[in-house]
């Protein structure tokens, strides 16, 4: 490829993301608007799009079934209530994942007086952790296990993981979101969501073993 051919292919691509975004920027745009006006047939198009995605987190999340269930309703009767609040700042999915990780903390803390972060920051520091490690270069540890086994196994050892490293992991492979954005939704430090990513990767292999 010549010298030009590069360069046109790499405006096109830029131009491809630009389009992209603005997409996604109106798309938003519209949601936060129908919010607003409480449009009766939105919510249940959103639910629609958006139900095995949340559903995934919230049993990533809290391990349970029936739990997560129940925090499946009650998170888009939040939709409904505070819709009005969403402002199209950032991605709705990021939105709604936010208000699903808040109601699991909610629900924790009723139960033991303590947040999801302080229950295992209590157990572990991330960023002193003798077994921290940087991710290499390339594919992530995950995305080679997710080529070599199969889904249904690497799902039962991300359970075996504690929630605030399968969550990271959760939101990065299955829900692609960026590392700023899973800053946004669990409200930690950028830095401290890359411990626990790499955490999370680097517990993968022994997990895996023991499904």
């Not at 051919?5 to 608007?33: D, G, M, Y």
């Not at 940087?134 to 359970?159: K, V």
Request: hydrophobic share 45%.
């Amino acid at each position: 490829m010549g010298m030009f051919s590069t360069i046109f292919a790499a405006r096109s691509v830029a131009a491809t993301q630009a389009a992209e975004r603005e997409l996604v920027r109106q798309e938003n745009l519209a949601i936060s608007a129908g919010l607003r006006r409480q449009d009766p047939g939105l919510l249940d198009q959103l639910i629609v799009r958006f139900q095995h995605r949340l559903m995934r987190y919230l049993l990533y999340l809290t391990g349970n079934r029936e739990e997560s269930e129940d925090l499946f309703q009650e998170v888009w009767m939040r939709v409904l209530v505070c819709g009005g609040q969403y402002d199209a700042k950032a991605r709705f999915d990021t939105w709604l994942l936010t208000i699903a990780r808040n109601l699991v903390i909610d629900q924790r803390r009723k139960r033991s007086a303590q947040s999801l972060d302080e229950i295992i920051e209590n157990a572990h520091n991330d960023e002193n952790s003798p077994e921290f490690e940087l991710a290499a270069e390339g594919p992530s540890p995950l995305e080679n296990f997710a080529a070599e086994q199969d889904r249904t196994r690497l799902a039962a050892a991300m359970m075996h993981l504690e929630p605030i490293y399968r969550e990271v992991l959760v939101l990065r492979f299955h829900e692609e979101l960026s590392l700023e954005e899973i800053a946004n939704v669990t409200k930690s430090p950028l830095s401290t969501v890359k411990s626990r990513l790499y955490r999370g990767l680097a517990l993968m292999k022994p997990a895996l073993a023991r499904v």
